[in-house]
């Protein structure tokens, strides 16, 4: 398929006060403002928070929050999210008080900012032990029930150390923290590298990378009374169904008839990963593979899909590609089928400055425009925000 020629660099990381090496995806505000986090560089060089504002024909960074270790965190792989107040809520992967992660919020300042950079302030909601309560968030968002309750996954701590789905609760004293599911290595799978995600029913769906009997799961959690009731959907297995897919890092996304979509970074026909849909049939969930990528080990994408109101859904390869550096790619639907676009081949040498290995997945704008972040290279070989228009 022929690629698109609208790929812009809106931003090249520069690494020490600039931030480098942007691990998470972006967020966008109604202003058409794009939020992010690099887990280097900053003023301690533990990772940053930004600020992309459009203005005019260019867009402005500015630095959020300079992240220093403990007790606030440092690696923040997650990608942000607003809160019911308007700000931000977000992970980080290690740091806070035991230096096990942490769960923060970012505001912004209180009065008027009268100067170019408008620094926000950060307040740590959880600071996680490593023990019953959970361990190094992945990179999969937080999210708020419509009671103002955040839920979240880390990748390992609980009863089994594969990793805890939790929530956090605002109360008049802070934040309380509960875990409501434990990842067990021979049901659920562990290691939940993504998110929840709910149904319209007030049910937790979300993937684990590893085990569960095979090569990674898709999950359910209902809630009964004051528990949740764990329902594996679908099992990956990388030796007896190899077609599949293995190894779901990225999350799930619903669509409006309650279909789930989501993607493998391993497996399926090519050896590079799959695009795989769950659809509800009679009690139970039927499993397609939409398409399967091509390469070597783990190149498929990394992180969760995105669909746009004509069904089609976009994403990205954290390898893979005509230069092995990854891709931009889109899907659509096509009479009972899915046509695969090439947006995108990231160039696998500095010179070329349109970054590599594009870890996050995108972000649609009310135009249409697909934004994403890639993790390397880019003009000051720390990485980029990338534009790709339609």
């Not at 805890?164 to 562990?190: E, K, M």
């Not at 695009?275 to 049939?281: A, D, G, H, Q, R």
């Not at 500095?350 to 934004?371: E, M, R, T």
Request: net charge negative; glycine share 18%.
């Amino acid at each position: 398929m022929a690629k698109a020629q609208t790929f812009e660099v809106i931003h090249s990381f520069t690494g020490g006060a600039g931030g480098a090496n942007p691990w998470a995806g972006l967020t966008i505000d109604k202003q058409g403002n794009l939020y992010g986090t690099a887990i280097n560089g900053g003023s301690s060089n533990l990772g940053l928070a930004f600020k992309l504002t459009h203005e005019g024909p260019v867009w402005i960074f500015n630095p959020l929050y300079s992240f220093t270790g403990a007790p606030d965190g440092l690696d923040p792989e997650a990608r942000l999210v607003f809160g019911p107040n308007g700000t931000l809520y977000g992970t980080t992967a290690s740091g806070g008080k035991a230096g096990r992660g942490a769960v923060y919020n970012l505001r912004p300042p209180g009065t008027a900012c009268k100067t170019v950079l408008c620094p926000w302030a950060e307040t740590v909601l959880y600071s996680f032990t490593g023990y019953a309560d959970g361990s190094e968030p992945g990179y999969g968002a937080l999210i708020f029930d419509q009671a103002g309750t955040l839920y979240g996954t880390t990748t390992k701590g609980g009863t089994n150390n594969g990793g805890v789905v939790y929530t956090l609760t605002p109360t008049g004293a802070g934040w309380i923290q509960r875990v409501i599911y434990n990842f067990d290595p021979y049901t659920s799978g562990i290691y939940p590298y993504s998110g929840v995600i709910f149904d319209g029913k007030g049910n937790l769906y979300g993937t684990a990378s590893t085990a569960g009997g095979g090569s990674g799961t898709v999950y359910q959690l209902t809630p009964s009374g004051s528990d949740w009731v764990e329902n594996t959907l679908f099992t990956f297995s990388s030796f007896t169904k190899p077609n599949d897919g293995a190894a779901p890092y990225g999350g799930l996304i619903f669509d409006e008839s309650g279909n789930l979509y989501g993607s493998t970074t391993e497996g399926g026909l090519g050896g590079g990963g799959t695009v795989f849909e769950l659809t509800p049939v009679n009690g139970g969930w039927a499993f397609t593979v939409l398409y399967s990528f091509s390469g070597g080990y783990s190149p498929g994408p990394d992180d969760s899909l995105t669909m746009d109101a004509a069904g089609n859904l976009y994403g990205t390869t954290y390898q893979g590609g005509a230069n092995y550096s990854g891709v931009v790619f889109k899907l659509s639907p096509s009479g009972g089928s899915w046509t695969y676009t090439d947006l995108h081949d990231f160039c696998s040498f500095a010179h070329c400055g349109d970054g590599q290995f594009p870890q996050s997945g995108v972000v649609l704008d009310a135009n249409g425009n697909l934004y994403g972040t890639a993790h390397a290279r880019g003009i000051g070989d720390s990485g980029v925000v990338w534009e790709i228009a339609p």
